[in-house]
C-alpha cells in the first residue's frame, strides 16, 4: 500500500470508447503525476500537475485529457484511443517545489488494453 | 542525448551479491534515483545520490560517481524476493526525471 490508489486496475477498450482512469492520493503531497509504461522502455512522463495547475504536458496526443479537480485527486480521460496506447498507465505523487523533486509514490497502475 | 544506459536483464543466485550499473548524461544533474518494481506492481523508491559515494541501506547499497556518470546498485545476500526490475532515474536541470528502461533481475535458487 503506497497511498496513491488507481481504478481500475484493467481496461480493454475500443477504438471508439470513451473511458476514465482515476488516481487518488492520501499522502498530502503536492504534485501529481500521469506516466506510461510499455514492455521494455523508458517510464514516459505524460503530465505533471502542481498544486492543481498543469505544469508538464510532454507533447501527448489530444486523445488523452487530463484533469486535476483537487490535489488529491487525478483523471486521464481516453478517447478514439489507438492499439499502440495500450500499455501501464502508472499515477504518481510527490512533495514538489521548484528546487526538489521528492520521491514519488507511485500507484499500481491501470493496465489498458486497446482492441 | 538523455539517455540512461542499463542492463536489460541480469541473472544471480540466492544469497549472492550482484551490482546493476546505470549510465548516465552528465550535463543538467540534480540527483539520481533508483526504484524496485516487482511484476504487476508499483515502483517502489529505493534510493536517492546527489553527491559522490556509496550510500547504505541494509542490503542494498548505491553508489554514485557525478564525473564519470555513473551509478549502481548493490544487492548483498539475495533472496528470491529480490526478483524484479530495477529502475535507474536522472534529475534533470529543469527537476525532471529521466528515466532508464530498468533492469529485469531474475534470482535463481
Known amino acids: 500500500e503506497t497511498g496513491v490508489t488507481q481504478t481500475p486496475r484493467h481496461l480493454v477498450m475500443g477504438m471508439t470508447n470513451k473511458k476514465s482512469l482515476k488516481c487518488e492520493q492520501h499522502l498530502g503531497h503536492n504534485a501529481m503525476y500521469w506516466y506510461k509504461q510499455s514492455a521494455k522502455k523508458p517510464l514516459e512522463l505524460m503530465f505533471v500537475y502542481n498544486f492543481k495547475e498543469q505544469t508538464e504536458n510532454n507533447s501527448v496526443p489530444s486523445r488523452f485529457s487530463p484533469e486535476c479537480p483537487n490535489s488529491s485527486h487525478l483523471f486521464l480521460h481516453l478517447h478514439t484511443l489507438q492499439p499502440e496506447d495500450s500499455a501501464l498507465y502508472l499515477c504518481?505523487?510527490?512533495?514538489?517545489?521548484?528546487?526538489?523533486?521528492?520521491?514519488?509514490?507511485f500507484g499500481e497502475g491501470s493496465r489498458l488494453t486497446v482492441l | 542525448g538523455q539517455n540512461i544506459d542499463q542492463p536489460t536483464e541480469m541473472t544471480a543466485t540466492e544469497g549472492a551479491i550482484v551490482q546493476i550499473n546505470c549510465t548516465y548524461q552528465t550535463s543538467g544533474f540534480n540527483g539520481l534515483f533508483w526504484y524496485q518494481q516487482h511484476a504487476g506492481e508499483a515502483p517502489t523508491f529505493l534510493s536517492y545520490?546527489?553527491l559522490d559515494g556509496l550510500e547504505e541501506k541494509g542490503r542494498f547499497s548505491s553508489f554514485l560517481s557525478r564525473s564519470k556518470g555513473y551509478s549502481y546498485l548493490l544487492l548483498k545476500e539475495l533472496q528470491m524476493k529480490d526478483s524484479a526490475s530495477y529502475l535507474c532515474a536522472r534529475l534533470d536541470s529543469n527537476y525532471q526525471l529521466i528515466w532508464g528502461a530498468g533492469t529485469k533481475l531474475i534470482i535463481k535458487p
Open positions: 504518481a505523487s510527490s512533495s514538489r517545489d521548484r528546487e526538489y523533486t521528492g520521491e514519488l509514490f
Open positions: 545520490n546527489v
